[in-house]
């Protein structure tokens, strides 16, 4: 009875401690028997929450029906690696004779260094821990060596418990010490010296503002595109990594709509307002898109590659700011609208995605804001956007944006407004003028008898019984809108349909006549020009920007020039565009600086500017960047009635092929002057060609077989490329290939065209081998992204358009190899941009009215060019400025000189002309921008005299003469031998020399001056002391014998009167 009393104590005993422990994560027992007193059993009898430092020490209690072993281990993530093991005790469990066979033991967790202490000097590597576990384990004895060997014993143990534990966080643990015994004191004060010592990672932010200033999106395959970067902080990296098949985040962005998917709606089409891709277009988690309803799409990827979509039951709204939400969880999804009068309208959507979890790496792959290659945008603007990453934020607590953000400071439901009552306005007085002229006509017509008894009649009767009528009233018309008034009038009195384009393509050419008589017109005319802006007119967008951004006879307003620009970008206006991409690059005129937002915009113009050039409009001309300081380039200009245009004709029908040759591009493309004339430029081609020389019967071919001022015929083109081909013309092989690939279908043929042609250094044929390798079309290879930019590089490189438009787009995505490099993008892009018509006509235009001496109206349209960031734009536009003939500055709000320069010289050194960089010197030698800066001033000398500029050698050896500190490193730069350099007056010989030495004959005179003053100076240095020996001897000779003349004289005067008396 007594036994049986005291077993049900032990069980009461062993209930009770098992009870005190904390929930254990996993509790085993042998599985297949019953529990009974005698099973076998593991556990921690302590409260084990957390582990802090080495000397944690546990209690396991423990019971074993045979002989086992018994283990305590520690399993943490350590920063990025998944559960190591970072700490093991095994020891032995020898059955027991007893009754209750349990035992106790007493075990220490001494963790490593890293894990278990603090920094300081003699523990400098300090890791932190995540998901941490106490296990222990009782295992059969058999099994421990190949547990042992694959580090799984846990997992093979039949009796088991885990307990998740927290270790402390690095600089919550107390400080390592190397030594126990005692040490000198400079231990003691290095170990109290880097304890206080925290090592911090740089701040790193969550979250992410991907759109900081609005960027419009035309509904075309444009948008920004971005690529996140892994954390720094391994702590966020860690986490960021854990969440890539759980992801979390939250995405906020404002828009404002125009259209939802602009074109010919079709089923199923989508348009972007954000989306992620790989360089090689495959698409990824997460894609925010929306359909011609105007209903969002949200598409993800889940881990097994597939692709699964939720969409929204409602449609965001149109013309007005919106803000979108959309939070992602594991699954599941949230979507927020906020809309209408201080965004309190709210639409709230929800949805989960079933199935295998969603994949999300959101520092991998690239992100686009807007459209991309492989899918377009809706039609309108984002004004913001931002990524909360590893996180969920409720709509609440998601700030709002100022009330002066660049979004709301343009107006854009304002402006619309406004343009919306112009055009009611408009349809107003059409309908009175159509009303009038009814009127007018049937007064004019005669009418049949009987329709005369008709109305007498019906009059008698609506005198009897008279009906309601309207009288036929209109809104006033003003001052400022007569002009308009007028054109409606004459259209509808001379019966044609009312066309709104057509009205506002008359106010921007009546606009810009008159403004061209005078620039003091501006005043007048731009009213008129905001009329032609709310009917669409581009071009007047474009220049009221240009007037307001600088402040010509208008007062300066950057945010209303910006919405101007972003109107006229909107419908993909070249100049807009590309000034729009300019602001971004550089971060001007209240713009943020964001290359990849400038990227989208200069892509754009970029893509389009072959395809302008091969529309040869007769208004497109050739843009040529022709400086107002040089005098050659200014008298080589003509035009149809020119003496040089003359004298090239007559040369040109006397036979003479560089004549021929040079006439017929100049009227082919529009170049020195000359109105483009294809049917004209054609007939030199033929001239020329008869000749037979080889590049000429390309240029013939080509016209032939693309039917270019000429009556299309590939088989005479073909015949013309043959004859040149066999006299090895490269371009005419390439074109050989080109048919050969396009319309034969020969890609076998095509490639040994081009590989020849290629061979022989032709850029055109290297941009075709690289289509091929890149679209994987090369017979027998593979693709090959990464050869393929090797031969765009070589071909843009050397002037091939299409080449460089191809750079740009493979480096701003990157390849598998090879980094995304945004600079080199945006610069390529930008390049290529620069070369469109529309820049040729404005800068042809402004040279035209320097030529006919209207320097007013040509500072105008030099900065239109500038302000769409063109470089000799830039640099004539200061030019004239600083020339300020008739005092034109004074009417210019903004300052023109030193801005225009400067942006000049921002360019890359091979498009910046030394004039202007002398021009910068100046100023940072000067002070004129408030204080002196001479390391600029000679960091611009230089470049300058990289250049040849004599005048820039010059300038350097006048700060050297002035003591200024220069670094030697430019005059390294500038091929100075070390030994000359150090040493002023052979340094100041040198540069003089060179000076004097230059091509520039104007500089040869006062250069050899100073050459001369600074020889004799080295002269009167090298013999100082024999000069001074000799002149003191020389004077003292003088003296002498000057005293000794004197009282010579004297004494002769005496000795005279002596003998007198």
Same mark, same amino acid.
């Given at each position: 009875?007594?036994?049986?009393?005291?077993?049900?104590?032990?069980?009461?005993?062993?209930?009770?401690?098992?009870?005190?422990?904390?929930?254990p994560?996993?509790?085993?027992?042998?599985?297949?028997?019953?529990?009974?007193?005698?099973?076998?059993?593991?556990?921690i009898?302590?409260?084990?929450?957390?582990?802090?430092?080495?000397?944690?020490?546990?209690?396991?209690?423990?019971r074993?029906?045979?002989?086992?072993?018994?283990?305590?281990?520690?399993?943490?993530?350590?920063?990025?690696?998944?559960?190591?093991?970072i700490?093991q005790?095994?020891?032995k469990?020898?059955?027991s004779?007893?009754?209750?066979?349990?035992?106790?033991k007493?075990?220490?967790l001494?963790?490593?260094?890293?894990?278990a202490?603090?920094?300081?000097?003699?523990?400098?590597?300090?890791?932190?821990?995540s998901?941490s576990?106490?296990?222990?384990?009782?295992l059969?004895n058999?099994?421990?060596?190949?547990?042992?060997?694959?580090?799984?014993?846990?997992?093979?143990?039949?009796?088991?418990?885990?307990?998740?534990?927290?270790?402390?966080?690095?600089?919550?643990?107390?400080?390592?010490?190397?030594?126990?015994?005692?040490?000198?004191?400079p231990?003691?004060?290095?170990a109290?010296?880097?304890?206080?010592?925290?090592?911090?990672?740089?701040?790193?932010?969550e979250?992410?503002?991907?759109?900081?200033y609005?960027?419009?999106?035309?509904g075309?395959?444009y948008?920004?595109?971005?690529?996140?970067?892994?954390?720094?902080?391994?702590?966020?990296e860690?986490?960021?990594?854990?969440?890539?098949?759980?992801?979390?985040?939250?995405?906020s962005?404002?828009?404002y709509?125009?259209?939802?998917?602009?074109?010919?709606?079709?089923?199923?089409?989508?348009?972007?307002i954000?989306h992620?891709?790989?360089?090689?277009?495959?698409?990824?988690?997460?894609?925010v898109?929306l359909?011609?309803?105007?209903?969002i799409?949200?598409?993800?990827?889940?881990?097994?590659?597939?692709?699964?979509?939720?969409?929204?039951?409602f449609s965001i709204?149109?013309?007005?700011?919106?803000?979108?939400?959309?939070?992602?969880?594991?699954?599941?999804?949230?979507?927020?609208?906020n809309?209408?009068?201080?965004?309190k309208?709210?639409?709230?959507?929800e949805?989960?995605?079933?199935?295998e979890p969603t994949?999300?790496?959101d520092?991998?792959?690239?992100?686009?804001?807007?459209?991309s290659?492989?899918?377009?945008?809706f039609?309108?603007?984002?004004?913001?956007?931002?990524?909360y990453?590893?996180?969920?934020?409720?709509p609440?607590?998601?700030?709002?944006?100022?009330?002066?953000?660049?979004?709301?400071e343009?107006?854009?439901?304002?402006?619309?407004?406004?343009c919306?009552?112009?055009?009611?306005?408009?349809?107003?007085?059409?309908?009175?003028?159509?009303?009038?002229?009814?009127?007018?006509?049937?007064?004019r017509?005669?009418?049949h008898?009987f329709?005369?008894i008709?109305e007498?009649?019906?009059?008698?009767?609506?005198?009897v019984?008279?009906?309601?009528?309207?009288k036929?009233?209109s809104?006033?018309?003003?001052?400022?809108?007569?002009?308009?008034?007028?054109?409606?009038?004459?259209?509808v009195?001379?019966?044609?349909?009312v066309?709104?384009?057509e009205?506002?393509?008359l106010?921007?050419?009546?606009a810009?006549?008159?403004?061209?008589?005078?620039?003091?017109?501006?005043?007048?005319?731009?009213p008129v020009?905001?009329?032609?802006?709310?009917y669409?007119n581009?071009?007047?967008?474009?220049?009221?920007?240009?007037?307001?951004?600088?402040?010509?006879?208008i007062?300066?307003?950057?945010i209303?020039s910006?919405?101007y620009l972003?109107?006229?970008a909107?419908?993909n206006?070249?100049?807009?565009?590309?000034s729009?991409g300019?602001?971004?690059?550089?971060?001007?005129?209240?713009v943020?600086?964001?290359w990849e937002?400038?990227?989208?915009?200069?892509?754009?113009?970029a893509?389009?500017?072959?395809a302008?050039?091969?529309k040869?409009?007769?208004?497109d001309?050739?843009?040529?960047?022709?400086?107002?300081?040089?005098?050659?380039?200014?008298?080589?200009?003509?035009?149809?009635d020119?003496?040089?245009?003359?004298?090239?004709?007559?040369?040109a029908?006397?036979g003479?092929?560089?004549a021929?040759?040079?006439?017929?591009?100049?009227?082919?493309?529009?170049?020195?002057?000359?109105k483009?004339?294809?049917a004209?430029?054609?007939?030199?081609?033929?001239?020329?060609a008869?000749?037979?020389?080889?590049q000429?019967?390309?240029?013939?071919?080509?016209?032939l077989?693309?039917?270019?001022?000429?009556?299309k015929?590939?088989?005479?083109?073909l015949?013309?490329?043959?004859?040149?081909?066999?006299?090895?013309?490269p371009?005419a092989?390439?074109?050989?290939g080109?048919?050969?690939?396009?319309?034969?279908?020969?890609?076998?043929?095509?490639?040994?065209?081009?590989?020849?042609?290629?061979?022989?250094?032709?850029?055109?044929?290297?941009y075709?081998l690289g289509?091929?390798?890149?679209?994987?079309t090369y017979?027998?290879?593979?693709?090959?992204?990464?050869?393929?930019?090797?031969?765009?590089?070589?071909?843009?490189s050397?002037g091939?358009?299409?080449a460089?438009?191809?750079?740009?787009?493979?480096t701003?995505?990157?390849?598998?190899?090879?980094?995304?490099?945004?600079?080199?993008?945006?610069?390529?892009?930008r390049?290529?941009?620069?070369?469109n018509?529309?820049i040729?006509?404005?800068?042809?235009?402004?040279?035209?009215?320097?030529?006919?001496?209207?320097?007013?109206?040509?500072?105008f349209? #030099?900065?239109? !060019? /500038?302000?769409?960031?063109?470089?000799?734009?830039s =640099? %004539?536009? &200061?030019w004239?400025? +600083? $020339?300020?003939?008739?005092?034109?500055?004074s009417f210019i709000?903004?300052?023109c000189?030193?801005s225009?320069?400067?942006?000049?010289?921002?360019?890359?050194?091979?498009?910046?002309?030394?004039?202007?960089?002398l021009?910068?010197?100046?100023?940072?030698?000067?002070g004129?921008?408030?204080?002196?800066?001479?390391?600029?001033?000679?960091?611009? #000398?230089v470049? !300058? /005299?990289?250049?040849n500029d004599p005048?820039?050698? =010059? %300038?350097l &050896?006048?700060?050297? +003469? $002035?003591?200024?500190d220069?670094p030697?490193?430019?005059?390294?730069?500038?091929?100075?031998?070390?030994?000359i350099?150090s040493?002023?007056i052979?340094?100041?010989e040198?540069?003089?020399?060179?000076?004097?030495?230059?091509?520039?004959?104007?500089?040869?005179?006062?250069?050899?001056?100073?050459l001369?003053r600074i020889?004799?100076?080295?002269f009167?240095?090298?013999?100082?002391?024999?000069?001074?020996?000799?002149?003191?001897?020389?004077? &003292?000779?003088?003296?002498?014998?000057?005293?000794?003349?004197?009282?010579?004289?004297?004494?002769?005067?005496?000795?005279?009167?002596?003998?007198s008396?």
């Amino acid at each position: 009875m007594y036994s049986y009393l005291s077993l049900f104590i032990l069980m009461i005993g062993f209930n009770g401690v098992k009870g005190s422990a904390v929930n254990p994560k996993t509790m085993a027992v042998v599985i297949g028997n019953e529990p009974s007193v005698m099973a076998e059993y593991i556990q921690i009898m302590e409260d084990l929450t957390t582990i802090e430092g080495a000397s944690t020490k546990v209690t396991v209690e423990y019971r074993c029906t045979d002989d086992k072993l018994i283990g305590v281990e520690v399993v943490a993530d350590i920063n990025l690696e998944v559960s190591q093991k970072i700490f093991q005790k095994v020891w032995k469990c020898r059955k027991s004779e007893q009754f209750s066979g349990i035992k106790f033991k007493k075990v220490k967790l001494k963790l490593p260094p890293d894990v278990a202490y603090n920094y300081n000097a003699f523990n400098k590597h300090v890791t932190s821990t995540s998901r941490s576990k106490v296990r222990v384990w009782m295992l059969d004895n058999e099994w421990w060596p190949f547990c042992y060997r694959n580090s799984d014993c846990y997992t093979k143990s039949s009796v088991k418990v885990s307990y998740n534990v927290k270790i402390s966080p690095p600089f919550s643990r107390p400080f390592y010490k190397l030594y126990k015994q005692c040490k000198s004191w400079p231990w003691n004060i290095l170990a109290a010296v880097t304890s206080v010592k925290i090592p911090t990672c740089p701040f790193e932010e969550e979250i992410i503002e991907a759109i900081k200033y609005p960027v419009v999106l035309g509904g075309d395959s444009y948008g920004v595109y971005r690529q996140f970067l892994p954390f720094n902080n391994p702590d966020l990296e860690r986490e960021r990594q854990e969440q890539t098949e759980r992801p979390i985040f939250t995405i906020s962005i404002w828009l404002y709509i125009l259209e939802y998917c602009p074109g010919r709606p079709r089923p199923g089409l989508l348009c972007s307002i954000m989306h992620r891709f790989t360089w090689d277009g495959q698409f990824r988690t997460i894609m925010v898109l929306l359909t011609p309803e105007g209903r969002i799409h949200i598409q993800i990827q889940d881990i097994a590659g597939h692709h699964k979509a939720g969409l929204s039951h409602f449609s965001i709204p149109k013309h007005q700011w919106t803000r979108v939400i959309v939070q992602f969880q594991m699954q599941t999804w949230r979507l927020f609208i906020n809309y209408g009068e201080q965004f309190k309208e709210t639409l709230e959507t929800e949805y989960r995605h079933a199935g295998e979890p969603t994949f999300y790496d959101d520092a991998k792959d690239l992100v686009t804001f807007g459209g991309s290659e492989y899918m377009a945008s809706f039609r309108g603007y984002i004004g913001q956007a931002t990524i909360y990453r590893n996180k969920i934020v409720n709509p609440d607590k998601i700030p709002m944006p100022s009330k002066f953000h660049p979004m709301f400071e343009l107006q854009l439901t304002h402006r619309e407004k406004k343009c919306g009552d112009y055009l009611d306005w408009v349809t107003d007085r059409v309908n009175v003028h159509k009303s009038k002229y009814d009127v007018s006509l049937r007064k004019r017509t005669c009418r049949h008898p009987f329709v005369e008894i008709v109305e007498k009649a019906m009059d008698n009767w609506k005198a009897v019984s008279p009906l309601p009528t309207c009288k036929l009233t209109s809104k006033r018309t003003t001052r400022k809108r007569k002009q308009v008034d007028r054109i409606i009038k004459k259209m509808v009195w001379e019966g044609r349909n009312v066309d709104f384009s057509e009205i506002a393509d008359l106010l921007y050419k009546n606009a810009t006549t008159e403004l061209e008589a005078g620039l003091e017109k501006i005043q007048v005319v731009f009213p008129v020009l905001k009329q032609a802006a709310c009917y669409g007119n581009m071009d007047a967008m474009y220049m009221i920007s240009t007037i307001l951004n600088n402040g010509i006879f208008i007062k300066a307003d950057e945010i209303q020039s910006q919405a101007y620009l972003m109107l006229a970008a909107l419908d993909n206006h070249r100049l807009a565009a590309l000034s729009l991409g300019h602001k971004h690059r550089y971060g001007i005129d209240g713009v943020t600086e964001d290359w990849e937002q400038s990227y989208r915009y200069f892509k754009f113009v970029a893509d389009t500017t072959n395809a302008d050039k091969e529309k040869h409009k007769d208004t497109d001309v050739f843009t040529e960047s022709i400086r107002l300081t040089d005098e050659a380039a200014i008298h080589e200009q003509t035009d149809e009635d020119g003496d040089i245009f003359h004298w090239l004709t007559l040369q040109a029908k006397q036979g003479v092929l560089s004549a021929q040759n040079r006439i017929g591009r100049a009227l082919f493309w529009g170049q020195q002057g000359l109105k483009r004339n294809l049917a004209s430029a054609v007939e030199y081609f033929k001239m020329s060609a008869e000749t037979g020389d080889a590049q000429s019967q390309y240029d013939y071919g080509i016209v032939l077989m693309r039917g270019q001022g000429v009556k299309k015929d590939v088989e005479a083109g073909l015949n013309e490329l043959q004859k040149a081909a066999k006299q090895k013309n490269p371009a005419a092989i390439n074109a050989i290939g080109w048919h050969a690939m396009n319309f034969e279908r020969d890609m076998k043929k095509a490639a040994e065209y081009y590989e020849r042609s290629y061979r022989l250094g032709n850029p055109d044929a290297a941009y075709n081998l690289g289509i091929l390798h890149l679209y994987g079309t090369y017979p027998d290879k593979e693709k090959n992204a990464d050869l393929a930019l090797d031969y765009f590089i070589y071909a843009a490189s050397r002037g091939q358009i299409d080449a460089g438009t191809a750079v740009a787009y493979q480096t701003i995505k990157g390849t598998s190899r090879q980094r995304r490099n945004v600079y080199t993008a945006v610069e390529w892009a930008r390049f290529i941009a620069e070369k469109n018509p529309t820049i040729g006509l404005v800068l042809r235009k402004a040279l035209q009215f320097y030529r006919k001496g209207k320097r007013d109206i040509s500072l105008f349209y #030099y900065a239109l !060019a /500038a302000d769409a960031g063109v470089e000799v734009g830039s =640099f %004539n536009n &200061a030019w004239l400025c +600083e $020339e300020n003939k008739d005092g034109i500055t004074s009417f210019i709000e903004k300052e023109c000189i030193w801005s225009r320069y400067n942006m000049s010289t921002q360019r890359e050194p091979q498009f910046v002309d030394p004039y202007a960089l002398l021009k910068m010197g100046d100023f940072y030698w000067y002070g004129c921008g408030g204080s002196r800066d001479a390391h600029q001033a000679a960091k611009n #000398y230089v470049e !300058a /005299a990289k250049k040849n500029d004599p005048q820039a050698l =010059f %300038n350097l &050896a006048f700060m050297v +003469e $002035e003591g200024a500190d220069v670094p030697t490193e430019h005059f390294r730069a500038l091929h100075v031998p070390n030994n000359i350099i150090s040493n002023n007056i052979t340094l100041l010989e040198h540069l003089y020399t060179r000076c004097k030495d230059s091509k520039k004959s104007e500089a040869y005179m006062p250069c050899s001056l100073a050459l001369w003053r600074i020889q004799m100076l080295a002269f009167w240095i090298k013999y100082e002391t024999v000069i001074k020996l000799t002149s003191f001897t020389g004077i &003292a000779a003088m003296t002498a014998l000057s005293i000794y003349v004197i009282l010579r004289t004297q004494i002769r005067a005496h000795y005279d009167e002596t003998d007198s008396i």
